[in-house]
């Protein structure tokens, strides 16, 4: 055999060899490393928060339609007090079916030693709209005489910040009351709301801060309210 034949020889031995090497690797490997796995996709509905509407809402057909409040959602003892002030101020009782695609909110603030306050922030089709009352008397004692009564139309802009206020409070979710914090003198707010047949109504005793606190004080902003915070204190 001369020395081109065993060059050639040697060079196809070591191609076969090679191939067979790298096919016993790889049926090796196959066998002892663990196959890859491709990431689990997360749920869609994972992803999405749970909706806080309709939350701890009822249904607006109470038992006396003539009653500002269901016994069921505000204490007894306090539905005679919110009701007179609502009375001195001709509101009517939120629990009314208005129709499909009626929105309303009502911000109620009663005040121990000041005017009695009400800003209803309502929404019919494409229409935004808010009203503001006031009254003579004190919000811990009696209403007295009604001396402020102006409506405006809101913008959808207006409307769509107090609406996200409110997401930012999870308010439909919110308990009705929160017995573990009251006192003698201080102020209620409270905010009622109707929207897709369903009622809901959140009393709290003065705020210090956080998101049900500054959605009712944007309420206030938008009504146009005169407040001289020097006799008058945001409490």
Same mark, same amino acid.
């Given at each position: 055999?001369? *020395? $081109?034949?065993?060059?050639?020889?040697?060079? @196809?031995? #070591?191609? #076969?060899?090679?191939?067979?090497? &790298?096919?016993?690797?790889r049926l090796a490997n196959h066998w002892t490393t663990a196959p890859s796995t491709v990431p689990a996709v997360a749920d869609p509905l994972e992803l999405v928060p749970l909706a806080c509407y309709p939350g701890r809402s009822i249904s607006i057909q109470f038992p006396n339609t003539s009653s500002y409040f269901s016994p069921s959602v505000v204490s007894p003892s306090r539905v005679d007090w919110y009701s007179k002030h609502l009375t001195a101020m001709n509101e009517p009782a939120m629990h009314s079916d208005e129709g499909d695609g009626f929105e309303s909110y009502r911000f109620l603030w009663l005040r121990s030693f000041h005017h009695p306050v009400v800003v209803r922030i309502w929404k019919s089709g494409g229409n935004h709209v808010l009203l503001v009352k006031q009254t003579?008397?004190?919000?811990?004692?009696?209403?007295?005489? /009604?001396? =402020?009564?102006? #409506?405006?139309?809101?913008?959808?802009?207006?409307? &769509?910040?107090? =609406? *996200?206020? /409110?997401?930012? #409070?999870?308010?439909?979710?919110?308990?009705? +009351?929160? +017995?573990?914090?009251?006192?003698?003198?201080?102020?209620?707010? =409270? /905010? +009622? &709301? @109707? !929207?897709?047949? *369903?009622?809901? @109504? @959140?009393?709290?005793? &003065?705020?210090?801060?956080?998101?049900? *606190?500054?959605?009712?004080?944007?309420? $206030? !902003?938008l009504s146009e309210l005169k407040i001289d915070t020097s006799t008058e204190p945001i409490y």
């Amino acid at each position: 055999m001369n *020395r $081109l034949s065993i060059k050639l020889f040697i060079a @196809v031995l #070591t191609f #076969t060899l090679g191939c067979a090497v &790298s096919t016993i690797y790889r049926l090796a490997n196959h066998w002892t490393t663990a196959p890859s796995t491709v990431p689990a996709v997360a749920d869609p509905l994972e992803l999405v928060p749970l909706a806080c509407y309709p939350g701890r809402s009822i249904s607006i057909q109470f038992p006396n339609t003539s009653s500002y409040f269901s016994p069921s959602v505000v204490s007894p003892s306090r539905v005679d007090w919110y009701s007179k002030h609502l009375t001195a101020m001709n509101e009517p009782a939120m629990h009314s079916d208005e129709g499909d695609g009626f929105e309303s909110y009502r911000f109620l603030w009663l005040r121990s030693f000041h005017h009695p306050v009400v800003v209803r922030i309502w929404k019919s089709g494409g229409n935004h709209v808010l009203l503001v009352k006031q009254t003579s008397g004190a919000g811990g004692y009696e209403p007295g005489q /009604l001396i =402020i009564d102006r #409506t405006r139309t809101l913008t959808a802009e207006e409307w &769509s910040e107090f =609406i *996200r206020l /409110l997401d930012q #409070t999870c308010y439909w979710a919110l308990p009705s +009351e929160d +017995e573990n914090i009251e006192g003698n003198d201080g102020a209620q707010w =409270i /905010l +009622e &709301s @109707v !929207k897709g047949g *369903r009622y809901h @109504v @959140v009393d709290r005793w &003065s705020p210090n801060g956080g998101p049900y *606190r500054e959605a009712c004080l944007y309420a $206030l !902003k938008l009504s146009e309210l005169k407040i001289d915070t020097s006799t008058e204190p945001i409490y």
